[in-house]
């Protein structure tokens, strides 16, 4: 695993700066350029490439549903975004990154990798530049688009299978909530709906123990505030934050309140982005294989360009990754 110091050898700053823009230090003055090159770096050196036989000389648009700054409070589409230009440079493929907050770019291009949410109404948008779409991390129509997206509700079900093995039943979520873009309809988020189904199947879900919020630090930190002013000394013993930046935010609010992670509180989060081993203490979570996800949108887009017809749906599994955060 790389370490601080590697990261910030290549980044150019002192490990102390690395150190806390890892763990989201709201009190350092440091810019969003600088930020977003250490976390790139830390993804980049978390990240075994792999050889593969070059292709034919394509050109593909990688389009964000996310702006530059809101990908450098979730990092996991940044980690897809790393997987899938690192693929690109493997094969040689030539790529052209569009933000939402970004000025489009017409240029001719052979296929589409959008990462994100869509829904039909957007997917038949992007389907005018070009048929050759692959989406990662939504599936508009899985009839006509190919897609690949992780198991969440399988992710799900193996944390709180985890929580109930150690012994807690008394357990929480904070999440965030999604829309798209064209402002039509909230995002069911299938890691809220497998919590509620799972515990509800056992007689254990608790609406008052649910948080909702964004998926950032501040609302991780901001929620898990408020779970303890309104649970006190009820205070779930377990919460399962629907990703790591949530759960970063949350130790913090956990550590302010003296309350010990993980003797008092166990929290699992989501997606395994490099930061969470540099934290304190290092967070269970589960592995999203970002990466692959990445590389695989690659390959089908390839099969697409080589004539394939039928669409394709890819489903990654996920890996339940405990560290000090819980037992």
Known sequence: MATIKDIAERVGVSIATVSRVLNYDSKLSVGDETKKKIFEVAEELSYRKKSAKRTAAYKLAIIHWYTEKEELDDLYYMSIRLGIENRCEALGIQVVKMYKDSPQQNEEIHGIIAIGKYNKRQAEELRKQTENIVFVDSSPDEDQYDSVLSDFYKATENVLQRFLENGHTNIGYIGGREIYDDQTEVIEDPRRIGFEHFLSQRGLFDETKVYMGRFSVEDGYSLMKKAVVEHGDRLPT????????????????????????????????????????YIYPPLSTVKIYTELMGETAVDLLVERLADRQIAKKVVIATKLEIRGSST
């Not at 790591?244 to 166990?266: F, K, T």
């Open 238 to 277: 377990a919460f399962f934050a629907a990703n790591d930046s949530i759960a970063i935010g949350a130790l913090r609010a956990l550590h302010e309140e003296g309350i010990s992670v993980p003797d008092q509180v166990n929290i699992i989060g989501v997606n395994d982005i490099s930061v969470s081993k």
